[in-house]
């Protein structure tokens, strides 16, 4: 695509509008693939268009109305294959009615928001849990397979083949693309929020590329959560799930330093802190506590990031509380992750031996072998315990499993780091 001013601001708004488009042409047509193959198109229309006439004022109405003017094109050449013109004219007279402030008003509205709805219907009970996260993920979160993948954990051959068959029995299934309501919706609500978790962690700490962080993603990761919040006021877990995103984005203007550079937790500069989005999170937790909820996973969760957010000064921050709250998260929602966070905790709270002997309890399981983190702990630890020269090769081994740019450049200079301290 050329680099011209106007192209880059179509690929800027392309980006930003681009699940919305997709909610909006999916809630019309009934069909995922569909939908990202007009979004495609609406796209091709603003390259067209838009360096003639300029950007319009409301460029996200602007490609939803092309998206949409295509799919009635499409609906009629179908309807007149198959006879169908009575169908087709009551499409017809649907579209007339949808002007640009109508569809950007049901944009807008919190309750019918399609984008919202797009993630309930890529979380619809007809498709695996599995499936649903990684749906969604594609749909709304806008990563790549490989970023899903990582995500997950799993291979990127195994996450093209679970979202295509996802598309088909989406389709299929002719799941409406719209927010559930009374009874059906509590049911659907659990796989909802791992996926937002998901859709936040991949814009807190990104897997792959060389930015750390992706802001707007945990920013819309925080936007539907907090519509949840306003739709079930009173289910702690979505207030667990809103208060662990607030608590944990409040960090992110502190977690890249000059050049993009990863900056640990302990090492932040705390004065840069969001302020407002850490009561927020606090506010929302303790309604989650209140409600009976403290024991939740992502309430769990949000108590461990309120720890840090309490703790004016790193040196300040309360390890064996953290230590504690991560021995009742792994009985509550046992993984091999949490026990590797877990071992971070005790290491601080009790010293790097325990957290030595919890690491390589852990060492041989399937879901990390490939996962950097885990070497990366194991290298703190040495490093701590004065192992200089293992916590060097452990730092090597994290850094050549590392996706994203930036976390290997942060390993590899701790790698060095070891050589220096050991001089």
């Keep these: 695509m050329a680099a011209d001013p106007t192209h880059r601001a179509i690929e800027a708004v392309f980006r930003i509008e681009r699940a919305r488009l997709i909610a909006g042409l999916a809630r019309m047509t009934r069909d995922v693939g569909r939908a990202e193959e007009l979004a495609q198109e609406a796209l091709l229309a603003a390259l067209t268009d838009w360096p003639r006439s300029g950007v319009p004022g409301r460029p996200g109405a602007w490609l939803m109305a092309a998206g949409k003017r295509r799919a009635i094109d499409g609906l009629r050449r179908a309807a007149m294959q198959e006879r169908k013109h009575a169908e087709i004219a009551r499409e017809r007279e649907d579209e007339r009615c949808l002007s640009i402030e109508m569809i950007e008003a049901g944009i807008d509205d919190d309750l ?47 996450i093209a083949a679970r979202i295509t068959r996802a598309k088909k029995a989406i389709a299929k299934a002719r799941v409406a693309f719209e927010v559930p ?21 991949e814009g807190y700490a990104a897997t792959s590329g060389h930015d750390l962080v992706r802001p707007p ?24 799930l809103l208060a662990l995103m607030e608590i944990q984005a409040s960090r992110l203007p ?20 969001d302020q407002l989005l850490i009561q927020r999170g606090l506010t929302a937790l303790a309604r989650a506590e209140a409600l009976g909820g403290g024991d939740g996973p992502y309430a769990l969760q949000a108590a461990l990031g309120a720890c840090h957010a309490r ?37 601080m709270a009790f010293g790097p031996e325990a957290g030595l002997a919890l690491v390589d ?63």
Aim: proline share 5%; aromatic share 6%; hydrophobic share 50%.
């Design 112 to 158: 019918g928001d399609e984008l919202l709805g797009l993630i309930f219907a890529a979380c619809h009970p007809v498709l695996t849990p599995e499936a649903r996260a990684a749906l969604t993920l594609r749909l709304v979160g806008g990563l790549s397979v490989e970023e899903i993948a990582r995500a997950f954990l799993s291979s990127e051959a195994a």
């Design 181 to 201: 309501r009374g009874q059906a919706l509590a049911p659907r609500l659990a796989s909802v929020l791992e996926v937002l978790y998901l859709i936040f962690n």
């Design 217 to 240: 993603l945990c920013a819309e990761a925080q936007r539907l959560g907090r519509i949840l919040a306003g739709l079930m006021p009173a289910e702690p877990e979505v207030l667990g």
């Design 254 to 273: 502190a977690r890249v330093g000059a050049g993009g550079a990863l900056v640990p937790l302990p090492e932040q500069d705390r004065s840069r802190w």
């Design 311 to 347: 703790a004016r000064r790193a040196e300040n921050t309360d390890w064996r509380r953290i230590a504690a709250l991560y021995d009742r998260l792994g009985t509550v929602n046992p993984s091999p992750v949490v026990e590797l966070n877990r071992a971070v905790a005790h290491s």
């Design 361 to 423: 309890a852990i060492a041989d399981e399937a879901m990390l072998r490939s996962y950097a983190p885990l070497p990366a702990a194991r290298g703190d630890f040495l490093l701590r315990a004065g192992r200089n020269a293992e916590a060097k090769v452990a730092f090597e081994a994290a850094a050549a499993l590392a996706g994203n740019a930036r976390e290997r450049d942060f390993l590899l200079a701790r790698a060095a780091s070891c050589v220096k301290n050991r001089g």
